[in-house]
């Protein structure tokens, strides 16, 4: 049996101001961030966690978070990039819905589509601020011709996803999701979100906080982003994700920090 495989999947960038990157502290002014997706390869299967943005969703609703994105940075130039193919990925675990991290799941048709169960209730009937973070529903066609309905606008004819409809496992609390691979509650950010612990053979345990912390500062000082459900909730996913790193000697990857993004080794390379 080899040994579990993570490699980071580059997907390229997009900005927001920096008032939304530490809610109420700032500063303000264009901050540039990192998107990127984790591929693992298991003894169990093949692994995605999030799927990044998608380019022409974000030109279309978001304009203004000027997304960066090249061929080599979309997820199936990426998966490639691993030198993996799309299609064999088993299953695409969504740390949470927002757009930024589940844009290419429309790509996985033979995945099953994991995520926290509250999640996946609050995506349908979001929040008014939380409208444009859930705007991009491609993971999910029925989802996606449901909010158009509710719109109002055309539901375009796309005979690619009308006959595509995923496989969907909904879990709750913390799960050992395969040997070595934990997914840890952390909602505040939205409702049903989940950070990722990856134990490895030759190295420390690898902590994918997703949205739970945007950057080491915030990690470090427990700021949180604007974007959330539950300020109070997500300090204290914030503390969570401390103590699982003190507890098991975990490197903390966040999620959306240029200057550590510059520090990970990205696909082809990989942790092991
Ligand atoms: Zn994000």
Known sequence: MSNTKVFILDGGSLVIDGFHVYWNKGPGGEVRFPVYSV?????????LFDSGFDYDHVMAVLPFEKPQQTREQTLLGAIEKAGY?????????????????CGGNKHLKEACTVCHANE??????????????YSDMTFHPDMQREKLRREGKEIPVSPDSDIWTPKVELLTGNQEIAKGMHLIETPGHT????????????RRPMLFTADACYTRKGFDEELIPSFHLDPVKA???????????????????VSHDLEQFGQYKTAPAYYE
């Not at 591929?39 to 692994?47: E, T």
């Not at 914030?238 to 490197?251: I, M, Q, S």
């Open 39 to 47: 591929l693992i390869d298991h003894a169990d299967g093949l692994y």
């Open 85 to 101: 193919r799309a299609e064999d990925i088993n299953y695409v675990i969504n740390s949470h819905y927002h757009f930024d991290h």
């Open 120 to 133: 996946f209730g609050q995506c349908k009937c979001p929040q008014p601020f939380e409208v444009l973070g």
């Open 191 to 202: 409702a049903g979100h989940y950070s990722l612990l990856i134990e490895l053979a030759n």
């Open 235 to 253: 300090v204290q996913s914030v503390r969570r994700l401390k103590d699982v790193a003190l507890k098991t000697n975990a490197e903390v990857f």
